[in-house]
């Protein structure tokens, strides 16, 4: 069974970036699958925020297309997701997922939480 | 985007009682016999996991008291005999297009 955990810092400050990555194990990241991030503000429902493909190829929420970037690293079996001019709106706790055939989420990491705040 | 909108917000059952759980997509999420939806239950401090994909396949090792129906805009999430261990939030998500969007979540408690 594969596994995703997530790390990064839970501290941004607003106007900067969140930089969060997703480890993978127990399988390869260069397995035909879609890998993504999904939000979830504190006591909220559950936001997708984009998706990667082991291609390369993204797909983006347009609602935060123009701030989102989602990269691999085949070498290092893990994926990153950049959030550039963060408010206190992007606090949330952020989940890597694997996305079966850019559909459903049946791998998720722990998820960690990210505060925007100076 | 696809609004997925879920009813009740919340809900209380009495243990062995059944449960059931709308969701309605703003619009169809079903193509050439396929439903794109899936279901999740998320329990406190934990990552959602997924119950239920193409509306009603379940996914090895759930339970068979949840089982998924529905197609085109409406689905519907049925846990046969709630258990103790099933009161969390449950959200539906469509997966048609993206980007991929999920309902606001139900909440399922102890009558």
Known sequence: QVQLQESGPGLVKPSGTLSLTCAVSGGSISSNNWWSWVRQPPGEGLEWIGEIYDSGSTNYNPSLKSRVTISMDKSKNQFSLNLSSVTAADTAVYFCARDVLSGWFDSWGQGTLVTVSS | ?111
């Open chain 2, 1 to 111: 985007d696809f609004v997925m909108t879920q009813s009740p917000d919340s809900l209380a059952v009495t243990l062995g009682e059944r449960a059931t759980i709308n969701c309605k997509s703003s619009q169809s999420v079903s193509s050439s016999n396929k439903n794109y939806l899936a279901w999740y239950q998320q329990k406190p401090g934990q990552p959602p996991s997924l119950l239920i994909y193409w509306a009603s396949t379940r996914e090895s090792g759930v339970p068979d008291r949840f089982s998924g129906s529905g197609s085109g805009t409406e689905f519907t999430l049925t846990i046969s005999s709630l258990q103790a261990e099933d009161v969390a939030v449950y959200f539906c998500q469509q997966y048609y297009t993206t980007p991929h969007t999920f309902g606001q979540g139900t909440k399922v408690e102890i009558k």
